[in-house]
C-alpha cells in the first residue's frame, strides 16, 4: 500500500513529461528518484482477475491492481479526487475491463509497452458541446539527429489532456480542437509549443537544451538534477564525446568540458598518457560505474562508444570521495538498457593520420654550407673546399644527400574502429552489449609501430523479485601495443642527428645498412623490427561488477543496495631487443665491413597481475515531508582492496635463434618481482534537504582510512557542506521577470585529502634487499639486510580545503545559459624533508614530511546558446578556464641575502615562472660586440659574432650573468585553457566543430636537444637555422655579413651566450586550433527503411585541423610537451587525423 | 513470506560486506622485517650482520682511496693505496696529488652510518628472543664492529665524536650534536670496544658461518690497534701540529702513554701467539723457490693457509668481485682488455729486500762496478755497468718474497716469458730508452722494448698504461688461471689479520717499549724470515723489524698507516720522485747482455706530504659543530 504513495509522491512534485524516460534511465533513476515501475508477470490484458473492496479509494483500488497484476500506474495525484470512495466486486474480468469499469467516464488510460498504464482525468470541457468538434491528430517528435526520442510528454495547453510518445517516437493524442496548442516536454531538451491548426500530423524536432536544468548528473553515491546541485560539477552525454574520432577518450573530451585541462603529450599509437586535470589541481580520481577504478589510462582506454555520460567533480563536492578526491573525480555512466525491442548500433570509421607539423632538418646541401660557416666564423680552415661544397649546392650524383625522416617515416598511417552494440528491454530484463574494435598503425615506414584495442561489455538489469532488482556489468579489453626493438624517440632522434650526407645503405646496397656519423643512430635500423627486435606490450582487462537493488517494502523511501566489484588486469610486455649488424663498405676490396651493435642480444618478459576488488553497501532515504520539503539520507559502507603481483625474466643470448626466453642462454639472466596489497576503507554519509526545491543544503562527509599510514594514523574525515538558492523559483523573478528561466547561486566548502607518500613509512623495518653481502662460507655470498631507514610515524595525507562560489543564469526559455565559478584550492602536507642541517655523525636522513603548501586559484565560465531558426537548429558554446598555482610554503634553507630571497625564493609566488636574460636583439657587427657587457665571465664576448643574442645589462655592472636574470615568462604548464564549440542541423545535415586552445606558457627547446642547440650530438641541424647570419664570401671569414634570423652557426663548444635563457628560445606557446569538426548526413527513413535500416548517417570528421600559434612554436606542436621522459623534442609528434564513417541503427 | 526472506537476504549480504570490516587495513609493509622477526633467527642475524661487516672499513682490494670509498666497483682505473706509499708508481697516472685532497681517505658519514646501524643492533639486542649465549656473541659481533669502525674513523681524523648509543632525532639538533673525544679517548674506546668482543666472541664458529670474527680476530684487532695508538703518543713529536684541535687533545697522544699502548699490544698479541691456533703458512720451506711459492700462493687462495689467516674477507660472484687481475696483470698476459700492468713495484721497494748472503741488511740493486747505487742520472756511458745474460739474474740471491710479490724481468708468469725491457745502448754508445725504436746490428733485429709488438713485451711503451714504467711488475694477489678474470670478476678473498703481521706487531711492540720479551720477539721475528727462506737468525733491532714488515706485508695496505703512525711520510715524501730500474739491452757486446740503469721514474712529479695529513679533514663541521683538524 504504501508503495503507492510513493508514486504519489513523485508525482506531485513532477510534471508529465517525466514518466517514461524513466525507463530509459531506469538504472539511474531507480537508485535516485525512487520511480516504481512495476514489471508485471505477463501482459495485462491476458490476466483475468478478481477485485473485491469496500469503501475504497481509486487510488487503493488501483493499487491493489498494481498487485495483482504487476502493471504500474502512473498519474498526478492531483487529478484524483482522494476522497471520493466507492466500492467494486468484480469477478473473471480483464484488466481492461477492470479499467473501464473503475475509471468510469471520468479518466481515461493509455497502456504502454504492456507494463505501464498511464491515467489522465477527461477534461470536462471536452464534454461542453459548445465547443468545436474535437479530432485526434498523430506525430512523431525525434531528435536532431533523427532518433526517435521515447517518453516525450505531449500535453493540449490548458488541458490536463496529454500522452506521451511511443518506443518509435509516435503519439496519437485525442480531443484537439484546431485552436489547440501541443506543448512537448522532455528530459534535457527544450521545451515546444506547436499550433496544431489544420495539420494532421505533426513531425518534431526537439533540440537540445544548452544546460539541461531538468538532466539527471551522476555525483558520485546518487545522481542528482542540474537544477538542484550545489556543487561545481560538469557534465557531458554520449553523443557530445562522439563527435570527435580518436583512439584515447582524453582526446574526445578536450575542450568541451569547462575546467578540465587536457593536453595531448604525445600522438604515439597506444600512449594514452595524455595530461588530465581538473581546473589546473592535478590528476584526478575516475569512478567508473559507480567504482573508483583509477589510472587515467584505464579512463583513457575506454570505449567512447560505452559511455552514457561522464561527470567531472570539480570542487569540494568531490570529499564524498574522502582521500585521494583531493584533485577531483570523473564519473563516467556506462550505458545500460532500456525497455523495447532491440536496437542494434553499427558505428564504423576509418581514418588518415598525419603529423601535425614536424621541423625539417637541412639537407646535405644546408648541412654543408653551415657545417663549414662553423669552422670558418671561427676563423678555422674550412670544413670542405669550395669545389666540393658546390658539387652539394648543385646535387651532383653522389651528393644528393639522405632524408633521414623520409627513409624512416611515412606522411600518413590510418586508423579503423569498428563498434557494434545492441540495446534493449523487457519487463525482466535489459541489456546493453556492445563489442569494439580500434586499430592504429604508426608512421613507421617499416610497419611495427601499431595499436589494436578489443573492447566488449555486457550491462544487464533484471527485476528478481518485485521489490530486488540486479544489476550485472561485465567488461573486458584486450589491447596490444607492436613497436620496433628501439624506443620511438631514438628513431626519430636518429632522423634528426643523423648527418643527411650519410647514406642509408653501405654501397646503396639495401642488403647492408650503413654505420651513419656521428653516432650509428642509423634511424632505418632502429624502426625495423627484423633488425632491432621489438617491444610488445599486452593488456588483458576484465571489469566485472554485481548490483543488488532492495526498495524496502516497509519504509517507502527507503532502498538498500549492495555493490561487489572486482577488476583484474593482466598485463604482459615483451621485449627482444636484438643485437644487428650495420656495415661499412670497402670499396679497394669490395667486401662489407660488419659493425655489430648492441651486443648481447636480450629477450625478457614483464608479467604483471593486477586486482582490485570493491565492496559497497548503500542505504538511502528520500522522502518529502509536508509537501515542500524534501530530505534525503545516504549512508554508505565502502571498502576497497587491492594486491598485484610482478615478475620479470630477463635473458641475454649467445647468438640469436627463437624469442623464447627459454632459447636464450641461461647466463646473465636477471630475475626480479615484487607484490604489493593496499586496502581503503570508507563510511560515507549526505544529507540533503531543500525546500520547495529553492533552498538547497546539502552536507557529506566520508570517514576514510588508509592502509598505508601508521596504526592511530589510518583515518581521517572528508566533509563538505555546500548550498545553494534557486532565485529563480521565487515570485518576485518568476512572476515578474519571465525571460529568466533560471538563476541558481550556490557555494561550496570542504576538505579533501590526497595519500601521500610511500606506503608504510611509519613501520620502522629491516629490509631484505638493498643491503650489501657478505661471504662468510667461501663461495656462498649471503644477501644483507639493510638496515631500518629513520621513519616518519606521524606521516598523513595531504589536506586540501576547496572553496567555490559560482552562480547559474539561463535565459529566455534556455535559450541562453551562462555559469560562471570562482573557486580556490589550499593544499597543505605536501611531502618536504625538514630543513635542519643534522651533524653528520647521526648516521641517516630525515624522513619526509607533510610540510609544503600551495594554493590553487581559478575561474571558471561557460556561455551556451541555442536557436532553431527555421529548419536550422544550431548551438554555441564556450567554455574557460584560468587558474594559477601558488606556492605557499617551500620548505628551504635560510636565505642568505634579500637578493637571495628574490632570485631563488619560492614561497608564496606563482609557480612555473621562468627566469630569463632580456633579449636585446641581435648584434648588428663586431664593433657592437665588442662595445657590449661581457656575456661570457672571463671570457668577455671572445665568442661572440655579429648575429648573436644582445642581453640586457639589469644591474649595469658591465657583466651580462645570472644577476641579470629577471622573471620573465610563465613556465611550461598552461594556465588557461578554452573550448568554443559550435553544432548545427539543417534537415538532413548536422555540423559539430571545436575550437580548443591553451594560453599563459611558454615552450622552449633546450640546448642538448636537436632543435634548440645547433650540430646538437655533433650530427644535423634543422633547417630553420639555415636562415642565419654568416659571411657573404663563406671562404673569408672577414667578408662582409649577411644579416639572418639565426646567429652563426657553430658547435656548441664554439659560442659564447647565445644558448642563454631568453625570447630567442622561449616563446609564448598560446595556441587555439580546430581540434573537431564533424560533418553528418542521415539518410531519410524511407529510403533506408526499405532494406531494413532505421537510420544511416555518414560522417566525416577531421582532428587538429588547424593550429594558431606563434609560428616557431607552430613547426614543433603547442600541445607536445618540450621533454617526454626526458627526451628533448623526440617524443612522437602530435597527429591530425581526417576520418571518415557511417552508424547505422536498425 | 517473501518480503521477510528478502529482508533476511538483505541483511545477510549487508552482514557479509561489513564483516570483512576494519582489520583489512591492517596491513604490514611486505618488504620490510622488525627486528625481532630478523634477528632471532641465525639466518635473519647472519643476513643483517652481512650488510654490517660489508660496511666495515677492510682496506681490501675494492678499497678507493681517493674519494675513501670501500666496496668500490667502478672504474678507479687501477688506482689503490700503495701508490700513495714508497711501494709502487702508478703505470699512466701522475700520482703526485694522491690522496692530499680534503675528499682523499675520507670515511666520516659513511662510518657514522655504520655506527648507527650497529647502535641500532646494539640498542635491540636484549630484547631478542635468543639464548643467553647466542645474544652474547651477538654482543661480541657488534663490539667488534664498532671497534673496527672506530679505529677507522681514528686513524683518520684523530679524537672523534663517540656515540655509544642510537641517536633519537626529535626537534632538538643541539641534543644529536656530540663533540669530538680525545683521541686518546677514542683510542680507549676502541680497545675497550675489542675488549667486549674478546670477552663475548666464541674461539671458533661452529654454524657454518665460518668467517665471522672470533676472539683471535678481536684480539689481533686489539694488537694492531694498540700499537697504531702507542706509536701516535710515541711519535707525535716527530710531526707536531698546533691550532685548537690540539690544544683540546683531540689530536696527538702525550708520550707518556705510549708504553701502555705498547703493553696492550703485547698482551694482545701473545694471548695469540699462545693460544696454539696459529702458525705460518708452511713454515719451514726447503729452499728459497719453494719459500717464494708458499709465499704467494697463501694471497692467491687464503684457504690454503687456515693456520695463518685470523679474518679475512671473503668475495665471491655472484656476490663481490674484486679487478686486481683485471688492472694489475702484466701487459703479455692480460685477457685483451686495455688495461693491464698499471701497479709498478718501486725500486725503491725492490731495494729493501735483504741477499741471503747479507742477512740483517736491505740490499739496493747495484748495477754498476763502482756499486754506488745513489747515482740516479740515467745512462752514462763512461760509467761501468754490470752486465747480464739473463735480466733477472741481477736479483738472484734476493729474499724469496721478492719473488712471490713482483715479476721480475724475463722471469715466467704463468707460461711466459715476461719481457721488460726499457730501451737498449746502440754500438755506437748512445743509448735509446722509453722511445720505440729498432735497430739491426749483425743482421739481427733488436727492438728497444724487447719485441716487435706490443703484446710481446710488458714494459716502458707509453701505451694507455699496459705497461710497468718501473722495471717491475705486480704479482702478490694475482691469480695463475691462464685467463684473468674480467672487471669485477676476481675472487680471491683478502686476508685481513693473519699470524705474520701478529708477530710482527709484537716484535715492534717489545723493541719500542723495551719490553723484557725479548727473545720471544727476536724468535718471532726470525720465524717470519725462515719461512722466506732464510737461515741465518737476525737480532731484534728496530731496524730489522720495520724492515720486515716492508716486505713481508708489501701490498698488504699497512704501509700507509705505517708511514703514518710512526710519521715517516713527511720525511719519505719531501719533494721526492720514486725511483725505477731500467733494463737495457747493451748492443756495444756481442752476444748483447743486460745492464741496468737506476733512475727516477718517468712521468712522475715530485710528491711532499703534509704534517696536517696526518689527520684528514672532517667534513661539515659548520653542522656538526666539531673542531676542525689542524690545518685544514
Redesign the interface.
Known amino acids: 500500500m504504501k508503495k503507492n504513495q510513493k508514486l504519489l509522491c513523485f508525482f506531485k512534485n513532477e510534471k508529465w513529461r517525466k514518466t517514461i524516460r524513466t525507463m530509459k534511465m531506469m538504472a539511474v533513476l531507480f537508485l535516485l528518484f525512487n520511480i516504481t515501475v512495476i514489471a508485471g508477470q505477463s501482459a495485462g490484458d491476458e490476466i483475468y482477475f478478481n477485485l473485491k473492496m469496500k469503501d475504497a479509494t481509486l487510488v487503493d483500488i488501483l493499487m491493489e491492481i498494481e498487485n495483482i497484476s504487476g502493471l504500474g500506474f502512473l498519474f498526478k495525484s492531483e487529478e484524483f479526487e482522494v476522497d471520493q470512495r466507492m466500492s467494486v466486486n468484480l469477478r473473471h474480468v480483464k484488466l481492461t475491463e477492470a479499467l473501464d469499469e473503475i475509471l468510469d467516464k471520468c479518466y481515461s488510460y493509455q497502456i504502454l509497452d504492456n507494463s505501464n498504464i498511464v491515467i489522465t482525468k477527461i477534461k470536462e470541457t471536452s464534454d461542453d458541446p459548445v465547443s468545436q468538434p474535437v479530432r485526434t491528430i498523430t506525430g512523431r517528435v525525434t531528435d536532431e539527429k533523427g532518433d526517435p526520442l521515447i517518453g516525450v510528454s505531449v500535453v493540449i495547453k490548458g488541458t490536463t489532456i496529454g500522452t506521451v510518445t511511443d518506443l518509435d517516437g509516435n503519439f496519437t493524442i485525442s480531443g484537439i480542437s484546431d485552436d489547440a496548442v501541443l506543448q512537448f516536454s522532455y528530459i534535457g531538451m527544450q521545451a515546444e509549443e506547436i499550433i496544431v491548426g489544420e495539420k494532421e500530423t505533426i513531425r518534431l524536432i526537439m533540440i537540445q537544451e544548452a544546460i539541461g536544468l531538468s538532466e539527471v548528473i551522476a555525483i558520485g553515491y546518487g545522481a542528482r538534477k542540474k537544477e538542484t546541485l550545489t556543487g561545481a560539477i560538469s557534465y557531458i552525454k554520449s553523443e557530445d564525446i562522439l563527435t570527435t574520432t580518436h583512439s584515447s577518450l582524453a582526446q574526445s573530451l578536450q575542450g568541451k568540458i569547462a575546467g578540465l585541462q587536457i593536453r595531448q603529450y604525445t600522438g604515439e599509437p597506444g600512449d594514452f598518457n595524455a595530461m588530465i586535470n581538473i581546473r589546473g589541481f592535478g590528476s584526478p580520481l575516475y569512478v567508473i560505474d559507480g567504482v573508483v577504478r583509477d589510472g587515467g589510462s584505464e579512463f583513457q582506454k575506454l570505449n567512447p562508444e560505452d559511455i552514457e555520460s561522464i561527470s567531472v567533480l570539480k570542487d569540494a563536492s568531490a570529499a564524498i570521495y574522502g582521500l585521494n578526491a583531493a584533485n577531483g573525480v570523473i564519473i563516467v555512466t556506462t550505458k545500460k538498457g532500456s525497455m523495447g525491442k532491440v536496437r542494434f548500433n553499427y558505428n564504423t570509421s576509418l581514418g588518415f593520420i598525419t603529423p601535425t607539423n614536424i621541423p625539417r632538418m637541412a639537407d646535405a646541401a644546408e648541412y654543408m654550407e653551415m657545417r663549414n660557416d662553423a669552422l670558418v666564423t671561427i676563423g678555422e680552415s674550412p670544413y670542405l673546399p669550395e669545389s666540393e661544397l658546390e658539387k652539394y649546392k648543385q646535387g651532383a650524383p653522389g651528393y644528393e644527400g639522405t632524408d633521414w625522416y623520409d627513409e624512416t617515416m611515412k606522411k600518413y598511417s590510418n586508423q579503423i574502429q569498428h563498434n557494434f552494440s545492441a540495446q534493449g528491454g523487457n519487463e525482466f530484463v535489459h541489456y546493453f552489449l556492445s563489442f569494439g574494435y580500434l586499430g592504429e598503425n604508426g608512421l613507421l615506414k617499416s610497419g611495427d609501430l601499431d595499436y589494436q584495442k578489443y573492447t566488449f561489455r555486457s550491462n544487464i538489469t533484471t527485476q528478481l523479485t518485485r521489490n530486488l532488482t540486479a544489476e550485472v556489468n561485465f567488461s573486458g579489453r584486450n589491447d596490444r601495443k607492436r613497436a620496433p626493438g628501439q624506443i620511438y624517440e631514438n628513431i626519430l632522434k636518429g632522423t634528426r642527428v643523423s648527418l643527411p650526407t650519410e647514406p642509408v645503405y653501405a654501397n646503396d646496397n639495401p642488403e647492408y645498412l650503413s654505420v651513419v656519423a656521428p653516432t650509428n643512430l642509423n634511424p632505418v635500423a632502429y624502426a625495423d623490427r627484423e633488425y632491432t627486435g621489438y617491444n610488445d606490450d599486452r593488456n588483458k582487462f576484465l571489469q566485472t561488477t554485481l548490483v543488488l537493488t532492495y526498495k524496502a517494502p516497509f519504509l517507502e523511501g527507503l532502498e538498500i543496495k549492495g555493490l561487489g566489484s572486482f577488476d583484474s588486469n593482466n598485463y604482459g610486455g615483451k621485449d627482444v631487443l636484438k643485437s644487428y649488424k650495420l656495415y661499412t663498405y670497402d670499396e679497394i676490396n669490395d667486401i662489407y665491413i660488419a659493425n655489430e651493435q648492441r651486443k648481447p642480444s636480450r629477450i625478457s618478459n614483464a608479467i604483471n597481475d593486477n586486482n582490485r576488488l570493491t565492496l559497497q553497501a548503500h542505504l538511502v532515504y528520500n522522502k518529502t515531508i509536508a509537501n515542500d520539503h524534501n530530505v534525503g539520507v545516504t549512508l554508505v559502507y565502502e571498502q576497497r582492496q587491492g594486491w598485484s603481483r610482478y615478475s620479470y625474466l630477463e635473458r641475454e643470448y649467445e647468438f640469436y635463434t627463437n624469442d623464447q626466453i627459454n632459447q636464450a642462454s641461461v647466463n646473465n639472466q636477471i630475475t626480479d618481482g615484487n607484490e604489493t596489497d593496499w586496502a581503503n576503507l570508507s563510511y560515507l554519509g549526505r544529507l540533503t534537504y531543500n525546500f520547495k526545491g529553492k533552498y538547497l543544503v546539502e552536507y557529506a562527509a566520508r570517514y576514510n582510512g588508509s592502509y598505508r599510514y601508521a596504526p592511530g594514523k589510518k583515518y581521517g574525515y572528508f566533509p563538505v557542506i555546500s548550498g545553494g538558492w534557486r532565485m529563480s523559483e521565487e515570485s518576485f523573478i518568476k512572476n515578474n521577470l519571465t525571460f529568466i528561466s533560471n538563476i541558481k547561486i550556490r557555494g561550496s566548502y570542504g576538505i579533501v585529502g590526497e595519500d601521500v607518500g610511500v606506503p608504510f613509512q611509519w613501520a620502522q623495518g629491516f629490509s631484505t634487499a638493498g643491503g650489501g653481502g657478505y661471504e662468510f662460507i667461501n663461495g656462498i655470498y649471503t644477501q644483507g639486510a639493510a638496515s631500518p631507514t629513520i621513519v616518519n610515524p606521524s606521516l598523513t595525507w595531504s589536506e586540501s580545503n576547496i572553496k567555490n562560489i559560482g552562480i547559474d543564469i539561463g535565459l529566455l526559455r534556455g535559450k541562453l545559459a551562462m555559469e560562471f565559478d570562482v573557486y580556490q584550492r589550499d593544499r597543505s602536507g605536501l611531502l618536504a624533508v625538514r630543513d635542519v642541517v643534522l651533524p653528520n655523525t647521526f648516521g641517516g636522513t630525515l624522513p619526509e614530511e607533510n610540510l609544503n603548501s600551495d594554493r590553487v586559484r581559478g575561474i571558471e565560465f561557460i556561455l551556451a546558446h541555442n536557436n532553431k531558426i527555421g529548419e536550422l537548429n544550431y548551438s554555441l558554446a564556450a567554455n574557460f578556464n584560468y587558474a594559477r598555482t601558488m606556492n605557499v610554503h617551500v620548505e628551504r634553507a635560510p636565505f642568505q641575502s634579500s637578493y637571495d630571497r628574490w632570485r631563488n625564493g619560492l614561497s608564496d609566488r606563482w609557480s612555473d615562472v621562468v627566469w630569463a636574460y632580456d633579449l636585446m636583439g641581435q648584434f648588428q657587427n663586431l664593433e657592437e660586440v665588442i662595445m657590449s657587457p661581457g656575456q661570457n665571465g672571463t671570457l668577455g664576448n671572445l665568442k661572440e659574432l655579429p648575429g648573436d643574442y644582445k642581453y640586457r645589462d639589469v644591474n649595469g655592472d658591465g657583466l651580462i650573468d645570472n644577476n641579470d636574470m629577471l622573471p620573465l615568462f610563465w613556465g611550461g604548464e598552461p594556465k588557461l585553457h578554452f573550448g568554443l564549440s559550435f553544432s548545427a542541423t539543417w534537415k538532413n545535415f548536422d555540423l559539430f566543430a571545436l575550437l580548443q586552445g591553451s594560453g599563459k606558457y611558454s615552450m622552449r627547446f633546450w640546448g642538448g636537444g636537436s632543435y634548440g642547440e645547433m650540430f646538437c650530438f655533433g650530427g644535423n641541424l634543422p633547417a630553420y637555422f639555415y636562415d642565419r647570419w654568416h659571411p657573404v664570401d663563406p671562404y673569408d671569414p672577414n667578408s662582409e655579413w649577411v644579416s639572418g634570423e639565426w646567429p652563426a652557426t657553430r658547435t656548441k663548444y664554439d659560442v659564447g651566450a647565445m644558448y642563454y635563457e631568453s625570447a630567442a628560445w622561449r616563446n609564448d606557446a598560446s595556441y587555439i586550433r580546430l581540434k573537431t569538426i564533424d560533418l553528418g548526413y542521415t539518410l531519410t527513413n524511407d529510403v533506408v527503411n526499405k532494406v531494413g535500416i532505421d537510420n544511416l548517417r555518414l560522417f566525416v570528421n577531421v582532428h587538429n585541423l588547424f593550429t594558431i600559434c606563434d609560428p616557431w612554436v607552430k613547426i614543433f606542436d603547442p600541445e607536445k610537451i618540450e621533454g617526454v621522459g626526458g627526451v628533448i623534442g623526440l617524443a612522437y609528434p602530435v597527429t591530425a587525423s581526417y576520418n571518415f564513417g557511417l552508424n547505422v541503427k536498425f | 513470506m ?2 521477510i526472506k ?2 533476511i537476504y ?1 541483511i545477510l ?2 552482514l557479509f ?2 564483516a ?3 582489520d ?12 625481532e622477526a ?1 634477528l632471532s633467527s641465525p639466518e ?1 642475524r ?10 666495515l672499513p677492510i682496506e681490501d682490494f675494492l678499497f678507493r682511496p681517493q674519494g675513501g670509498e670501500f ?1 668500490f666497483r667502478g672504474n678507479n682505473n687501477g688506482k689503490y693505496l700503495p701508490y700513495s706509499t714508497d711501494e709502487a708508481v702508478h703505470s699512466e697516472a701522475n700520482v703526485a696529488g694522491f690522496l692530499h685532497g680534503q675528499n682523499e681517505l675520507k670515511w ?2 659513511e662510518g ?6 650497529v647502535n ?2 646494539i640498542s635491540v639486542i636484549p630484547d631478542l628472543t635468543i639464548n643467553e649465549e647466542e645474544r652474547n656473541t651477538l654482543m661480541g659481533e657488534a663490539a667488534f664492529i664498532r671497534a673496527y669502525s672506530y679505529y677507522g674513523l681514528v686513524k683518520r681524523y684523530g679524537g ?2 663517540l ?1 655509544k648509543e642510537l ?1 633519537i ?1 626529535e626537534d632538538d ?1 643541539e641534543s ?3 663533540p669530538r673525544s680525545t683521541e686518546k679517548e677514542t683510542w680507549d674506546f676502541v680497545l675497550s670496544e675489542c675488549d667486549v668482543a674478546i670477552n663475548n666472541l666464541p674461539e671458533d664458529w661452529y654454524d ?5 670474527p672470533t676472539k683471535w680476530a678481536a684480539y689481533a684487532l686489539k694488537s694492531r690497534v694498540a700499537l697504531h695508538a702507542a706509536s701516535i703518543a710515541k711519535f707525535w713529536n716527530e710531526a707536531p701540529l698546533s691550532g685548537p684541535a690540539v690544544d683540546q687533545g683531540l689530536v696527538g697522544i702525550q708520550a707518556s702513554e705510549a708504553n701502555g699502548y705498547y703493553q696492550a699490544c703485547i698482551l694482545a698479541s701473545q694471548a695469540i701467539m699462545n693460544s696454539g691456533k696459529f702458525s705460518l703458512h708452511k713454515p719451514t720451506p726447503a729452499n728459497p723457490q719453494e719459500a717464494a711459492e708458499n709465499y704467494r700462493e697463501m694471497f692467491e687462495d687464503p ?1 690454503l693457509a687456515p693456520e695463518e689467516v685470523i679474518f679475512l ?4 660472484i ?3 668481485g674484486h679487478a686486481y687481475d683485471f688492472w694489475l696483470q702484466p701487459n703479455q698476459t692480460s685477457n685483451g682488455a686495455p688495461h693491464p700492468g698499471r701497479m709498478n713495484p718501486s725500486l725503491d721497494f725492490v731495494d729493501c729486500y735483504e741477499s741471503y748472503n747479507n742477512p740483517g741488511q736491505s740490499s739496493p740493486i747495484v748495477t754498476t762496478v763502482d756499486g754506488d747505487v745513489n747515482n740516479y742520472n740515467g745512462f752514462d756511458k763512461t760509467r761501468t755497468y754490470l752486465r747480464f745474460n739473463n735480466p733477472y739474474e741481477i736479483f738472484e740471491g734476493k729474499d724469496a718474497r721478492l719473488w712471490g710479490t713482483v715479476v721480475l724481468p724475463g722471469t715466467v708468469w704463468k707460461g711466459k716469458t715476461i719481457v721488460i725491457q726499457g730501451g737498449y745502448v746502440k754500438p755506437d754508445e748512445t743509448a735509446r730508452i722509453e722511445v720505440d725504436e729498432s735497430i739491426v746490428v749483425n743482421g739481427t733485429t733488436y727492438y728497444t722494448f724487447g719485441g716487435s709488438d706490443y703484446t710481446e713485451y710488458s714494459g716502458f711503451k707509453v701505451l694507455g698504461g699496459r705497461m710497468t714504467k718501473s722495471g717491475f711488475s705486480f704479482k702478490k694477489f694475482l691469480s695463475t688461471i691462464d685467463v684473468p678474470p674480467e672487471l669485477n670478476q676476481s675472487t680471491n ?1 683478502w686476508i685481513e689479520f693473519r699470524y705474520g703481521e701478529i708477530l710482527l706487531n709484537f716484535a715492534e711492540a717489545v723493541v719500542e717499549s723495551n719490553h723484557n720479551a725479548q727473545t720471544e720477539a727476536a724468535q718471532a721475528l726470525n720465524s717470519i724470515r725462515h719461512r722466506a727462506g732464510h737461515t741465518v737468525d737476525i737480532p731484534l733491532t728496530l731496524e730489522n723489524v720495520l724492515r720486515e714488515r716492508v716486505v713481508e706485508l708489501a701490498f698488504e695496505n699497512k704501509r700507509n698507516w705505517d708511514l703514518n703512525r710512526r710519521r715517516i711520510y713527511h720525511k719519505d715524501l719531501h719533494n721526492t720522485v720514486r725511483k725505477v730500474l731500467i733494463p737495457l739491452l747493451d748492443l756495444r757486446v756481442d752476444p748483447p747482455q743486460y745492464i741496468f740503469v737506476r733512475r727516477n721514474a718517468a712521468r712522475e712529479r715530485a710528491r711532499t706530504y703534509l704534517p696536517k695529513e696526518y689527520y684528514r679533514y672532517i ?2 663541521v ?5 673542531v676542525q683538524n689542524p690545518e685544514w
Open positions: 517473501k518480503s528478502i529482508i538483505s549480504v549487508l560486506i561489513t570483512c570490516s576494519d583489512i587495513l591492517d596491513k604490514r609493509p611486505m618488504d620490510k622485517l622488525d627486528s630478523l635473519g647472519v643476513s643483517f650482520l652481512a650488510n654490517l661487516y660489508y660496511q666496496n666520516w658519514e657514522y652510518k655504520l655506527i648507527r646501524d641500532l643492533l672523534v665524536p656515540i641517536q632525532f639538533i644529536i650534536k656530540v657454518g658461518y665460518n668467517r665471522r684457504a674477507k671473503g668475495f665471491s655472484p656476490g663481490l678473498d667534513p661539515d659548520g653542522a656538526s659543530g666539531l
